[in-house]
């Protein structure tokens, strides 16, 4: 016998009920847990501009080309809603057609999606009162311009720094601020990655024209592309000859600093992107060598490994600037395979071949590593001997866009904070209303607040934690919910086995620094 529609219909809103109660049951446990040992509050994230490290209500999608997973802002004005409202229903994907940030492939499909809320997550509050704010947390703070509504972006400057973002880096009195490594982990946006390959290359929709793998031989070149299919690269050599692969711009993604959670429209009017990262896991046989590259600014970066252990940073195209950066070694039994990370962001380079790891730090003034008009970013991998890479990815850097509506502290106009006032920007920075931007002084407790700053009367708290990263829904390659087992049984244990986005419960990464300028000299440097 099979269900009756009706019989399905029930069945379905059984295990809806289960689990909310499951959601329920888990959200009041941690509310309690933390209100007992912690003075916390919880909040739920409601737009996209702190994405893609924090969501608001969202489409979770799958490219229909080359399933890569990505997320896509729901606005509830294309569907005529009020604000921070979400439907109880699955909803075709608008505005516009979402872009793969890996294939470039424009979303065709009309199907229903369901919506996801936005992320739910832990809040230290009064932390500020004891301690000041570091450089790079994520922070919630009243509106200035709207002191009932609180919104959450991430620390960039504080009282008595002048603040000028140049190229879309930050810049504190003159001098450029790095990232710390988990909050740098969590800003690399995708390029490419070469684990996903289109199902169907001819169609003409990939970045408006048909796709081709954008990694290409260079001259006499003798990489082969497609050694075990399309996702492994190798060179068979001999003799002393380099031989080149170049990622190509014009056939794939661009450096272009889009995000895939926006609406694709103003992806045109993007800034270039020159701070990159490539990655792949690499197999050497003896004699071989493998080299990662980088172009910034019309200098090469180059890191190459050997399989007899060594690695060397050079670069060209500078002056002024020793050709070789760092030497250093690694035990060379890895080399049957070890992954090999090459990147390029805040003035700083730094390879990691397995689990060990070089850098080098340019001088952080604005212009060390030369300027943008010298040169377009690129990215490049170079070998000689026998070598096999897989798991290819390309990545860029957060880019802090300028023009367009951003108009407070970018080049040229620097902006220097008071006694007390901070500036914050969102993640999502095309599609951010943050203090670059805020039109307006705040108001509140009887003052009238400078525009473009929050006051530290205003500061609620540190985010630290996402205790529930949206209501769970199963899925399938297309984003739609999967077609659940017939008896109620077989749909429980579908529920409990695909949960694919559980593991976006996650810590919130900040400052280790509090915020205070670079010393006044510095000089470049490389640890080893």
């Not at 229903?89 to 979303?107: D, L, W």
């Not at 802090?400 to 970018?410: E, I, L, T």
Request: glycine share 8%.
């Amino acid at each position: 016998m099979t269900e009756t529609k009706n019989e399905k219909a029930a069945t379905t809103t059984r295990v809806d009920g289960l689990y909310s109660t499951l959601e329920w049951m888990i959200s009041a446990f941690c509310y309690t847990l933390v209100f007992i040992v912690f003075e916390m509050q919880a909040y739920t994230i409601p737009t996209g501009s702190m994405a893609d490290t924090l969501k608001g209500a969202h489409f979770r999608l799958r490219c229909e080309q080359c399933a890569y997973p990505y997320d896509y802002d729901f606005l509830p004005e294309a569907y005529r809603l009020d604000r921070n409202q979400t439907p109880g229903v699955n909803e075709e994907v608008k505005p516009g057609s979402p872009r793969c940030p890996s294939c470039g492939y424009f979303r065709q499909t009309g199907q229903r999606v369901p919506v996801v809320k936005g992320d739910r997550i832990f809040v230290l509050k009064s932390v500020y009162q004891f301690i000041e704010p570091k450089r790079w947390d994520v922070v919630v703070f009243k509106n200035p311009t709207n002191p009932g509504e609180n919104y959450i972006k991430r620390m960039i400057a504080g009282p008595g720094e002048t603040l000028e973002i140049i190229d879309g880096d930050i810049y504190i009195n003159g001098r450029i601020q790095r990232k710390p490594p988990k909050v740098q982990d969590e800003l690399w946006m995708p390029v490419y990655d070469n684990d996903y390959q289109p199902a169907r290359p001819n169609e003409p929709f990939f970045n408006r024209h048909t796709w081709s793998q954008p990694f290409r031989n260079a001259g006499t070149s003798a990489w082969n592309l497609a050694a075990r299919g399309p996702t492994v690269f190798s060179l068979d050599s001999t003799g002393p000859q380099i031989h080149r692969i170049e990622y190509d711009p014009t056939v794939g993604n661009d450096f272009r600093a889009t995000y895939a959670y926006d609406y694709p429209r103003d992806y045109p009017l993007m800034p270039i992107c020159s701070d990159l990262r490539i990655q792949f896991v690499a197999s050497l046989e003896p004699s071989s060598i493998v080299v990662a590259q980088l172009a910034k600014y019309g200098a090469v970066y180059r890191a190459w490994i050997s399989a007899d252990g060594r690695v060397r940073i050079t670069q060209t195209g500078l002056k002024d600037v020793p050709e070789t950066l760092v030497e250093g070694s690694f035990p060379s039994w890895i080399v049957e395979s070890v992954s090999i990370s090459f990147a390029n962001a805040d003035h700083r380079l730094w390879l990691t071949v397995g689990d060990n790891e070089w850098g080098y730090e340019f001088p952080t003034e604005a212009g060390s590593m030369g300027t943008p008009k010298a040169g377009m970013p690129g990215a490049a991998i170079e070998g000689a001997g026998t070598i096999r890479l897989s798991h290819i990815r390309l990545s860029r850097d957060i880019h802090y866009v300028s023009g367009q509506r951003a108009s407070r502290a970018m080049e040229g106009k620097p902006f220097t904070l008071d006694k007390d006032e901070f500036f914050v920007c969102g993640d999502n920075s095309p599609n951010s209303a943050d203090a670059r931007v805020w039109p307006s002084p705040g108001l509140g407790n009887g003052k009238e607040y400078r525009a473009g700053t929050v006051p530290r009367d205003y500061l609620v708290g540190k985010a630290f934690f996402v205790y529930w990263p949206g209501p769970y829904r199963p899925w399938n390659g297309t984003g739609l919910a999967d077609s659940m087992e017939r008896t109620p049984l077989g749909r429980i244990g579908k529920m409990l086995l695909n949960v694919p986005w559980v593991d976006g419960m996650k810590i919130i990464y900040g400052g280790h620094e509090s915020l205070t300028p670079y010393p006044a000299s510095e000089s470049a440097r490389h640890d080893g």
